[in-house]
């Protein structure tokens, strides 16, 4: 089966949507499918380059703010869509912008079955110009993605049910698939209880884009209410347009006393936060806008407990095991609680680290393959 995906910005470091088309792209080649990429141009690096590579789209006012995030558009060549589409037996969208837009209706002109992935909100690209709680703003472009790219597809993968009831709610046309974007397997580093010893500092680790959605702010404001507070190394692991306003704060809390450990700030790569992970004492997931976070689940397989956001737009809370480790979204009191009981608590936190890790098997990516190799031939008709 020949599959091509459309995707914006195919090769970009620290954006997990194009960190999870190309693990998606390498599992499905592995396991026998034809696969070519339709994007905008690698500028990491000479090579590798998309089978069809695009020019870019720079957006007027905020391409800077674009960037920022670990994101570049490309530009709707028609030309070269149009080759790519006609290679294809299915065309898989990653995202919901103009290539896409464009893309889905040369795909119906060649009668080509397009389908989706759900990779985020209205929310996750408003949060950044402070307009994330904008109902009416969010709702709109929800139906606009909806009429002008996702009704062009027969069938949406959802990554979680939180996605999927979204959509439902939204009347989405397309078949909706329950299927988890996937993590690798990877055995736990993590080989022995960590020393309690009352002198060391506990590790925190906070794992994600410095973004307005991620809201790693509220976990600053927890410290304050922490009885913890003074024994916490706080660590952040990521890079982003809120990077400094973040960095200021956290050094304010340090200065101010709160904190007796200056907070970390540091980008790493796959393996360098498994390791991470494998230290941590506690992994902190404060996002308020989140379609799966398999950042969380990379953490997860580590066997480290996490204390995790629940809202209405964010769905990583799915991961949590019991409600020891949910608290509201932007409720920095009820995050120190939580913080205080597990550290409060470690022969309970080691063997429930123990269990997520067990608890992170049944999103192994193999399995996630799988299904959408069966999505992609119920789409285009192929056994």
């Known amino acids: 089966m020949k599959i091509l995906f459309v995707v914006n910005n195919y090769y970009a470091s620290g954006n997990g949507l194009s960190a999870s088309a190309r693990r998606t792209v390498s599992y499905l080649r592995e396991a026998g499918e034809e696969v070519r990429v339709l994007s905008g141009r ?37 030309s070269v869509i149009k080759e790519a589409v006609r290679w294809a037996d299915v065309v898989h969208l990653e995202e919901p912008f103009i290539l896409q837009m464009v893309t889905a209706r040369i795909a119906r002109f060649y009668k ?43 069938d949406i993968q959802c990554p979680t ?28 580093v993590r080989v022995a209880q960590r020393n309690d010893d009352p002198s060391r500092p506990f590790l925190v680790v906070c794992i994600g884009r410095l973004a307005v959605e991620k809201d790693q702010p509220t976990l600053l404001e927890a410290m304050k209410y922490c009885r913890n507070a003074q024994r916490i190394q706080l660590y952040f692991a990521g890079r982003g347009p809120e990077a400094d306003s973040i960095r ?28 991470l ?34 809202g209405e737009l964010t769905a990583t809370s799915q991961f949590a095991l ?28 080691h063997e429930m680290g123990w269990r997520y890790a067990e608890s992170t098997e049944e999103y192994d990516i193999h399995k996630s393959i799988a299904a959408l190799i069966d999505m992609f031939r119920a789409a285009s008709g192929k056994k």
């Open 277 to 310: 992970a494998a230290k941590a004492d506690l992994y902190i997931h404060c996002a308020t806008v989140e379609v799966e976070g398999l950042s969380a689940l990379e953490a997860l397989q580590q066997a480290v407990v996490p204390v995790i956001a629940e």
């Open 161 to 188: 049910e939180n996605v999927m009831e979204r959509l439902k709610k939204f009347g989405f046309k397309a078949r909706l698939h329950l299927i988890s974007n996937g993590i690798i397997p990877d055995e736990p």
């Open 322 to 349: 019991d409600e020891r480790s949910l608290f509201p979204t932007r409720d920095a009191r009820a995050l120190a609680d939580c913080i205080d009981y597990w550290l409060d608590h470690p022969e309970e936190r």
């Open 248 to 275: 200021e704060q956290a050094h304010q809390l340090y200065q101010d006393g709160v904190l007796r450990y200056d907070p970390i700030f540091h980008f790493h790569t796959r393996d360098e936060l498994r390791d």
């Open 112 to 154: 080509i079955p397009c389908t989706a992935t759900y990779h985020l909100h209205p929310e996750n690209l408003f949060c950044s110009i402070n307009l994330g709680d904008w109902k009416f703003l969010n709702y709109n472009m929800l139906r606009a993605w909806r009429d002008l790219v996702f009704n062009y597809c027969t």
């Open 42 to 78: 690698n500028h990491e690096a000479e090579t590798p380059q998309p089978d069809y590579v695009l020019g870019d789209f720079h957006v007027p006012v905020f391409d800077g703010l674009v960037q920022s995030n670990g994101y570049k558009f490309a530009r709707a060549d028609i």
